[in-house]
């Protein structure tokens, strides 16, 4: 079973700086995309372009001036007019901090000198060569990360090898290995070969010292579409990592094996946008960055080289300006002290930002050395460029990253400096020989489809070895969320075999978790659910009357498919009741209502009688009241019966959701009554919260209640069985804090809690139902209004909705971690007092709307409102989004039978409509009719074959199938998606399937 790794920088989070902490007024509205970076920084500097006549201009800044109140302008900063079009990449030598090389479109590349004018605080930057290029434009430049003096560029689908001798810079060697333009280019971290990726789907490792290209390892990607393509060569290691864009408009991170390249060895698909991710990757941590152009949210995550490849995502910052480019600041620029593990500095639409990622710890006066191991060397290469360009390679250097090494970076650096661009005597450029000692060796060894998948063995820190950077560190302010509460109390085991439970109750922490099988950056079908309210003229308005003053306990808002409940102005208890049918303006006259006579904290339909309303009151009593069928024609203030028994009023109420006239509540005496209607009197008394009870809820098997208290314990009953708890656990909101609200989820394996942090912090947090462990948990915003939670049983969608605001926070809960995946949240016009949803049968699936609601408004409307997933081929019944879901329409028990513990078969209704066909059936067919097509072709060329060659058709040649495959495969995707363009950058609906 695979198991993914505690890691120590699991809970590394983004710390927002003030935004006096910027340089702000810079404009880079009308940078154009590249390959390269348009921002890079060393240890003192900052480098980035910014929109100018020509495109073509650049600023340098120290970081300090990040740390002022600054605004950009061309007199206060180092801004030179360094090409003569825009600037394609921007980059700092390895070994030298104070050299910069930068390409353009102008087809030069140049060289300069950044250093500080003696008599100011300003930078200046000064050329020290410049290399013009025969092809029409320069792409991208990378220095050598292990040998000081060498670059590379690529300019088209050419890429330039250069030797930087006293100022000057020689050509040693040009190679063409692909036949459209390169998207990405990196070294391997020893400086031994280059990985590029083009556009014709297809990457390439080369030695760039070896002139035979038959020696270079070709991989294609037939997944990508024609955008970019993201390389980065992890380490010194075997794994290569591609950001790519694939034709069915997904963002996705593929890891490869270069000794078995014929499909990743794992995938995770990402989101959907417009670009692809721009990854950022720290070869120390094994963090990795991923931010798209343009785009306002960061994520954060980390790749596993240690048993099982794999990638993992921790968090995602939302940043409040669109990003144009970023870069990492190298590790000795870090503040150790505070546990910065990695700080990016963005180039935003208008500003210059850094934004440092902080691993949280107790102890903050001391150095916690277990967070940085060994960094590579930057002020001593590990091979030197005379044996370089011989052909020797040399491992890469590492060198201890701590307070003292950091203290003695600047003298290191500046021995380094002395030394880099010395004049050394340029080999004559002559061919390297084809027996290179890498590239001959390795390409056989790759082109043997036999050799097992394994973990590279020539990055001694990520692969043999145990990976010391994923050992669990003991000062970690949170610990591994998978173990289980110290403090949780077993009181008594209840017999599951004996629950009628529509879903079995496997704790979620035993789940396996295949990289392959499922990615944590798992793209969600719900991602873009639309919301829409419906129009004007289906409203219901001028509701007189209307009060919004009820306690955090209560919705205030209740609905079923006849009527709509509301709390009315007033001392005496009212609730107005309208007909959903009867749209349009009430009448001016007072609304008939229900009289409870004394105030009332809550109220529920029955679920199984639409004309039957409980109400939860001050005076210890809980009314059932019966509407008329056409509605109020007069003010009701006699109810049907009264129950009575608790000793102080009652706070809050729930029906069961299966056994007729079964009904739980909860009361400021701190207990919990479960009442027979029918009986008239409460059969089971639940006694053990200290303090008042925030809120309660049915699992979804109707056999247990799940509570949330005051004391900041939540407890489960299983009131059948004893009148105890059976499990109970301190945790979730702060204890005191004001309100809170729990609901099951993931079919009764989770606990879902929406409460308050200190300083009203709004939190959500999961909880394993079995073992009160908790398994994630997320900050909102802060403000007083409690989100309330309506759960979505069939998918897991979960809408958060708070009194008094606009927005509705959507999220899909997961059984994989990270649990909570944000959906697009829904803003109507107004601000909104509650919501209230209807059963799933009531959907339109033909519309593929997976939520019905209503929505009461402050200004005394009821406004319809509608949840769809937008599709495309909506002829055909969505099954993927619309499971069975369970048949509520009659109750399954009576009260006495359940009070006797009858067990229950629930019942589950298919939604697909008559006449529609499953869009999965649909899929099936089209993959079968293609899975024929390719057999006939296959037949086709191994009979043409056999007579060209005289060989037999079980002679095929394997690269002739894989391209047929991969012919087939795109014709189809063309013939499912032909009327869409890979290259429009335009978000579209039609681009979901």
């Given at each position: 079973?695979?198991?993914?790794?505690?890691?120590?920088?699991?809970?590394?989070?983004?710390?927002?700086?003030?935004?006096?902490?910027?340089?702000?007024?810079?404009?880079?509205?009308?940078?154009?995309?590249?390959?390269?970076?348009?921002?890079?920084?060393?240890?003192?500097?900052?480098?980035?372009?910014?929109?100018?006549?020509s495109g073509?201009?650049?600023?340098?800044?120290?970081?300090?001036?990040?740390?002022?109140?600054?605004?950009?302008?061309?007199?206060?900063?180092?801004?030179?007019?360094?090409?003569?079009?825009p600037?394609?990449?921007?980059?700092?030598?390895?070994?030298?901090?104070?050299?910069?090389?930068?390409c353009?479109?102008?087809?030069?590349?140049?060289?300069?000198?950044?250093?500080?004018?003696?008599?100011?605080?300003?930078?200046?930057?000064?050329?020290?060569?410049?290399?013009?290029?025969?092809?029409?434009?320069?792409?991208?430049?990378?220095?050598?990360?292990?040998?000081?003096?060498?670059?590379?560029?690529?300019?088209?689908?050419?890429?330039?090898?250069?030797?930087?001798?006293?100022?000057?810079?020689?050509?040693?060697?040009?190679?063409?290995?692909?036949?459209?333009?390169?998207?990405?280019?990196?070294?391997?971290?020893?400086?031994?070969?280059?990985?590029?990726?083009?556009?014709?789907k297809?990457?390439?490792?080369?030695?760039?010292?070896?002139?035979?290209?038959?020696?270079?390892?070709?991989?294609?990607?037939?997944?990508t579409?024609?955008?970019?393509?993201?390389?980065?060569?992890?380490?010194?290691?075997?794994?290569?990592?591609?950001?790519?864009?694939?034709?069915?408009?997904?963002?996705?991170?593929?890891?490869?094996?270069?000794?078995?390249?014929?499909?990743?060895?794992?995938?995770?698909?990402?989101?959907?946008?417009?670009?692809?991710?721009?990854?950022?990757?720290?070869?120390?941590?094994?963090?990795?960055?991923?931010?798209?152009?343009?785009e306002?949210?960061?994520?954060?995550?980390?790749?596993?080289?240690n048993?099982?490849?794999?990638?993992?995502?921790?968090?995602?910052?939302?940043?409040?300006?669109?990003?144009?480019?970023?870069?990492l600041?190298?590790?000795?620029?870090?503040?150790?002290?505070?546990?910065?593990?990695?700080?990016?500095?963005?180039?935003?639409?208008?500003?210059?930002?850094?934004?440092?990622?902080?691993?949280?710890?107790?102890?903050?006066?001391?150095?916690?050395?277990?967070?940085?191991?060994?960094?590579?060397?930057?002020?001593?290469?590990?091979?030197?460029?005379?044996?370089?360009?011989?052909?020797?390679?040399?491992?890469?250097?590492?060198?201890?990253?701590?307070?003292?090494?950091?203290?003695?970076?600047?003298?290191?650096?500046?021995?380094?400096?002395?030394?880099?661009?010395?004049?050394?005597?340029?080999?004559?450029?002559?061919p390297?020989?084809?027996?290179?000692?890498?590239?001959?060796?390795?390409?056989?060894?790759?082109?043997?489809?036999?050799?097992?998948?394994?973990?590279?063995?020539?990055?001694?820190?990520?692969?043999?070895?145990?990976?010391?950077?994923?050992?669990?560190?003991?000062?970690?302010?949170?610990?591994?969320?998978?173990?289980?509460?110290?403090?949780?109390?077993?009181?008594?085991?209840?017999?599951?075999?004996?629950?009628?439970?529509p879903?079995?109750?496997?704790?979620?922490?035993?789940?396996?978790?295949?990289?392959?099988?499922?990615?944590?950056?798992?793209?969600?079908?719900?991602k873009?659910?639309?919301?829409?309210?419906?129009?004007?003229?289906?409203?219901?308005?001028?509701?007189?009357?209307l009060?919004?003053?009820?306690?955090?306990?209560?919705?205030?808002?209740?609905?079923?498919?006849?009527?709509?409940?509301?709390?009315?102005?007033?001392?005496?208890?009212?609730?107005?009741?309208?007909?959903?049918?009867?749209?349009?303006?009430?009448?001016d006259?007072?609304?008939?209502?229900?009289?409870?006579?004394?105030?009332?904290?809550?109220?529920?339909?029955?679920?199984?009688?639409?004309?039957?309303?409980?109400?939860?009151?001050?005076?210890?009593?809980?009314?059932?009241?019966?509407?008329?069928?056409?509605?109020?024609?007069?003010?009701?203030?006699?109810?049907?019966?009264?129950?009575?028994?608790?000793?102080?009023?009652?706070?809050?109420i729930?029906?069961?959701?299966?056994?007729?006239?079964?009904?739980?509540?909860?009361?400021?005496?701190?207990?919990?009554?479960?009442?027979?209607?029918?009986?008239?009197?409460?059969?089971?008394?639940?006694?053990?919260?200290?303090?008042?009870?925030?809120n309660?809820?049915?699992?979804?098997?109707?056999?247990?209640?799940?509570?949330?208290?005051?004391?900041?314990?939540?407890?489960?009953?299983?009131?059948?069985?004893?009148?105890?708890?059976?499990?109970?656990?301190?945790?979730?909101?702060?204890?005191?804090?004001?309100?809170?609200?729990?609901?099951?989820?993931?079919?009764?394996?989770?606990?879902?809690?929406?409460?308050?942090?200190?300083?009203?912090?709004?939190?959500?947090?999961?909880?394993?139902?079995?073992t009160?462990?908790?398994?994630?948990?997320?900050?909102?915003?802060?403000?007083?209004?409690?989100?309330i939670p309506?759960?979505?049983?069939?998918?897991?969608?979960?809408?958060?909705?708070?009194?008094?605001?606009?927005?509705?926070?959507?999220?899909?809960?997961?059984?994989?971690?990270?649990?909570?995946?944000?959906?697009?949240?829904?803003?109507?016009?107004?601000?909104?007092?509650?919501?209230?949803?209807?059963?799933?049968?009531?959907?339109?699936?033909?519309?593929?709307?997976?939520?019905?609601?209503?929505?009461?408004?402050?200004?005394?409307?009821?406004?319809?409102?509608?949840?769809?997933?937008?599709?495309?081929?909506?002829?055909?019944?969505?099954?993927?989004?619309?499971?069975?879901?369970?048949?509520?329409?009659?109750?399954?028990?009576?009260?006495?039978?359940?009070?006797?513990?009858?067990?229950?078969?629930?019942?589950?209704?298919?939604?697909?409509?008559?006449?529609?066909?499953?869009?999965?059936?649909?899929?099936?067919?089209?993959?079968?009719?293609?899975?024929?097509?390719?057999?006939?072709?296959?037949?086709?060329?191994?009979?043409?074959?056999?007579?060209?060659?005289?060989?037999?058709?079980?002679?095929?040649n394997?690269?002739?199938?894989n391209?047929?495959?991969?012919?087939?495969?795109?014709?189809?995707?063309?013939?499912?998606?032909?009327?869409?363009?890979?290259?429009?950058?335009d978000?579209?609906?039609?681009?979901?399937?």
């Amino acid at each position: 079973m695979f198991k993914v790794a505690y890691s120590k920088y699991k809970n590394v989070t983004p710390s927002l700086i003030k935004k006096e902490q910027n340089l702000s007024g810079v404009s880079t509205n009308r940078l154009s995309n590249t390959i390269g970076s348009l921002i890079n920084c060393s240890l003192d500097h900052i480098t980035f372009t910014f929109d100018s006549a020509s495109g073509g201009s650049l600023c340098t800044i120290k970081h300090d001036d990040l740390l002022k109140r600054a605004t950009f302008n061309n007199e206060m900063f180092c801004v030179v007019h360094a090409h003569s079009a825009p600037i394609t990449d921007i980059q700092y030598n390895t070994f030298n901090q104070s050299i910069v090389a930068t390409c353009a479109l102008d087809s030069v590349i140049k060289l300069w000198s950044v250093s500080e004018e003696p008599e100011s605080a300003m930078c200046k930057m000064d050329p020290l060569a410049s290399i013009p290029i025969s092809e029409n434009r320069s792409d991208c430049v990378q220095w050598n990360p292990n040998v000081d003096g060498i670059f590379v560029s690529s300019s088209l689908n050419t890429v330039y090898l250069w030797d930087v001798n006293e100022g000057q810079a020689s050509n040693v060697q040009t190679i063409c290995t692909h036949g459209e333009a390169i998207q990405g280019l990196c070294w391997k971290k020893d400086g031994s070969l280059i990985c590029t990726a083009a556009k014709d789907k297809s990457m390439c490792i080369t030695d760039p010292r070896n002139t035979n290209t038959n020696q270079n390892l070709k991989i294609q990607n037939s997944k990508t579409s024609n955008k970019d393509t993201k390389v980065v060569w992890l380490g010194t290691s075997d794994c290569i990592m591609t950001s790519v864009y694939t034709p069915s408009f997904t963002r996705e991170i593929h890891l490869w094996d270069i000794r078995n390249t014929s499909e990743p060895v794992h995938e995770s698909s990402i989101d959907s946008g417009n670009n692809v991710l721009n990854p950022y990757y720290d070869h120390d941590t094994s963090a990795l960055f991923l931010v798209g152009k343009a785009e306002t949210n960061i994520k954060y995550g980390e790749v596993f080289l240690n048993n099982s490849w794999s990638f993992t995502h921790n968090s995602s910052q939302h940043i409040d300006d669109q990003i144009k480019a970023a870069c990492l600041l190298p590790k000795y620029g870090l503040n150790l002290m505070k546990c910065e593990i990695d700080r990016m500095i963005l180039l935003t639409r208008n500003s210059v930002y850094p934004l440092p990622y902080i691993a949280p710890r107790n102890d903050k006066s001391s150095f916690h050395q277990n967070l940085y191991p060994d960094t590579f060397n930057v002020y001593k290469p590990g091979c030197t460029k005379t044996e370089w360009l011989e052909g020797k390679n040399s491992d890469a250097l590492k060198a201890p990253l701590n307070l003292t090494s950091q203290k003695n970076f600047g003298k290191n650096e500046e021995k380094s400096q002395s030394t880099s661009l010395a004049s050394v005597d340029p080999p004559s450029v002559q061919p390297a020989k084809n027996s290179d000692p890498v590239v001959s060796v390795l390409v056989p060894s790759i082109n043997q489809q036999s050799v097992q998948i394994a973990p590279s063995s020539t990055d001694n820190n990520k692969i043999d070895k145990p990976d010391t950077t994923q050992i669990e560190d003991a000062s970690s302010d949170k610990e591994n969320n998978q173990k289980k509460p110290e403090n949780v109390v077993i009181r008594s085991a209840v017999n599951h075999s004996l629950q009628p439970n529509p879903k079995p109750l496997t704790p979620l922490a035993a789940q396996s978790r295949s990289s392959k099988v499922k990615s944590v950056f798992y793209q969600s079908k719900f991602k873009y659910i639309n919301g829409k309210t419906a129009n004007k003229n289906e409203h219901i308005t001028n509701i007189r009357g209307l009060s919004s003053m009820w306690s955090a306990e209560s919705n205030g808002f209740q609905i079923n498919t006849r009527h709509a409940a509301f709390f009315v102005s007033g001392n005496s208890g009212q609730i107005g009741v309208v007909q959903l049918n009867k749209v349009g303006r009430l009448d001016d006259t007072v609304n008939n209502t229900i009289v409870n006579k004394v105030k009332c904290s809550d109220f529920q339909w029955d679920l199984f009688d639409e004309n039957t309303l409980a109400a939860a009151c001050d005076d210890c009593t809980i009314k059932i009241w019966t509407i008329p069928e056409d509605g109020l024609d007069k003010s009701l203030d006699e109810p049907e019966l009264s129950l009575t028994g608790h000793a102080d009023r009652v706070s809050s109420i729930k029906f069961h959701p299966y056994a007729k006239n079964v009904l739980a509540s909860a009361s400021y005496d701190k207990s919990i009554k479960i009442w027979n209607i029918d009986a008239c009197q409460a059969m089971i008394t639940l006694q053990h919260h200290p303090d008042f009870i925030f809120n309660f809820n049915w699992s979804p098997c109707g056999t247990k209640l799940a509570t949330i208290c005051k004391d900041g314990y939540i407890r489960i009953f299983s009131p059948l069985q004893s009148d105890q708890p059976i499990l109970e656990s301190k945790c979730g909101p702060r204890k005191d804090a004001k309100a809170a609200r729990i609901e099951w989820v993931l079919h009764g394996r989770g606990l879902f809690v929406s409460g308050f942090g200190s300083g009203n912090l709004r939190q959500i947090f999961l909880f394993d139902s079995e073992t009160l462990a908790e398994l994630n948990s997320e900050d909102i915003n802060h403000s007083p209004s409690l989100l309330i939670p309506y759960i979505d049983q069939d998918i897991n969608v979960v809408y958060l909705y708070a009194k008094g605001e606009e927005t509705i926070i959507l999220y899909e809960i997961q059984e994989d971690e990270p649990y909570f995946q944000v959906l697009t949240p829904f803003k109507p016009d107004g601000s909104h007092l509650a919501i209230g949803f209807l059963p799933k049968i009531t959907c339109d699936v033909k519309s593929a709307e997976i939520a019905k609601s209503f929505r009461l408004t402050k200004d005394n409307r009821i406004e319809p409102m509608s949840f769809t997933v937008p599709r495309v081929k909506l002829s055909f019944f969505q099954d993927d989004i619309f499971p069975d879901t369970i048949d509520r329409c009659e109750a399954y028990l009576s009260a006495d039978d359940w009070f006797s513990g009858i067990q229950m078969q629930l019942n589950y209704i298919n939604l697909q409509p008559e006449g529609m066909q499953r869009l999965s059936e649909m899929i099936a067919v089209d993959q079968g009719n293609q899975n024929s097509r390719q057999k006939d072709m296959i037949k086709k060329v191994e009979t043409k074959n056999g007579k060209q060659n005289g060989h037999t058709a079980l002679n095929l040649n394997e690269n002739d199938g894989n391209m047929i495959t991969a012919m087939l495969q795109r014709a189809s995707l063309f013939h499912q998606n032909k009327s869409d363009d890979d290259d429009d950058e335009d978000d579209d609906n039609s681009g979901w399937d």
